[in-house]
């Protein structure tokens, strides 16, 4: 039976090498979204199989595509697709309830596998990495339900930090000094009641600030 295989990625190239992987074998593709936004009315008029999600997109990074499609289509698999190896990217796929994440350096039978599994309704995230991420997943709930008095700029802070941005990367977007970011970051994991970034990433999913 075909999988009906919906690609999000901003780079045409990634595209073009995801539609030479899978030719001649029983994922059909069957759109191509260049941005976060085209994912998700995409989706919802062409009911895929199976959603091929990359991270960093403009118009709405594949995080958020992530959240939304959780939402407006809970039963539809995707898999999170990216070039960066990041945990906080992990965390937060895992809490949104993605199939798995797999990098582009991913050969044609691991992409194969994964697409397959995922579509069949597996779970294909490896011991390996749900261990990274044990620690931000099982960061105590009770906090969700705090007020925790962070500031305006904390929050535009922790939102960025939420989308895996470095503290450079932070610095550039919200034109503040790196060292400004860092003290920022230090007081956010203080206020929330984590120990690292990733932990304070799921807390603010979980929180619905990102």
Same mark, same amino acid.
């Given at each position: 039976?075909?999988?009906?295989?919906?690609?999000?990625?901003? /780079?045409? =190239?990634?595209?073009?090498?995801?539609?030479?992987?899978?030719?001649?074998?029983?994922?059909?593709?069957?759109?191509?979204?260049?941005?976060?936004?085209?994912?998700?009315?995409?989706?919802?008029?062409?009911?895929?199989?199976?959603?091929?999600?990359?991270?960093?997109?403009?118009?709405?990074?594949?995080?958020?595509?992530?959240?939304? @499609?959780?939402?407006?289509?809970?039963?539809?698999?995707?898999?999170?697709?990216?070039?960066?190896?990041?945990?906080?990217?992990?965390?937060?796929? =895992?809490a949104l309830?993605?199939?798995?994440?797999?990098?582009?350096?991913?050969?044609?039978?691991?992409? @194969?596998a994964a697409?397959?599994?995922?579509?069949?309704?597996?779970?294909?995230?490896?011991?390996?990495?749900?261990?990274?991420?044990?620690?931000?997943?099982?960061?105590?709930?009770?906090?969700?339900?705090?007020?925790?008095?962070?500031?305006?700029?904390?929050?535009?802070?922790?939102?960025?930090?939420?989308?895996?941005?470095?503290?450079?990367?932070?610095?550039?977007?919200?034109?503040?000094?790196?060292?400004?970011?860092k003290e920022?970051?230090? /007081?956010?994991?203080?206020?929330?009641? =984590?120990?690292?970034?990733?932990?304070?990433?799921?807390?603010?999913?979980?929180?619905?600030? =990102?």
């Amino acid at each position: 039976m075909a999988i009906r295989l919906l690609v999000a990625d901003d /780079h045409p =190239v990634v595209r073009a090498g995801v539609i030479s992987m899978v030719e001649k074998t029983e994922v059909d593709i069957i759109a191509e979204a260049e941005n976060g936004a085209q994912v998700l009315p995409l989706a919802l008029e062409l009911k895929p199989d199976l959603v091929l999600l990359d991270v960093r997109m403009p118009g709405g990074d594949g995080i958020a595509c992530l959240a939304r @499609l959780r939402t407006e289509m809970p039963d539809l698999p995707v898999l999170m697709f990216s070039t960066y190896d990041n945990p906080t990217y992990i965390a937060r796929a =895992v809490a949104l309830g993605a199939a798995g994440y797999l990098v582009k350096l991913a050969t044609r039978d691991e992409l @194969l596998a994964a697409i397959r599994r995922a579509a069949a309704g597996e779970s294909i995230w490896t011991r390996e990495e749900l261990r990274r991420v044990t620690g931000a997943l099982s960061t105590p709930r009770v906090e969700i339900d705090l007020e925790v008095p962070l500031t305006k700029r904390e929050s535009e802070v922790l939102k960025q930090l939420a989308q895996g941005l470095s503290n450079k990367e932070i610095a550039l977007a919200l034109s503040i000094s790196y060292e400004t970011v860092k003290e920022h970051v230090q /007081h956010i994991l203080r206020k929330v009641g =984590v120990s690292d970034r990733t932990q304070a990433a799921v807390w603010a999913v979980r929180k619905g600030l =990102v």
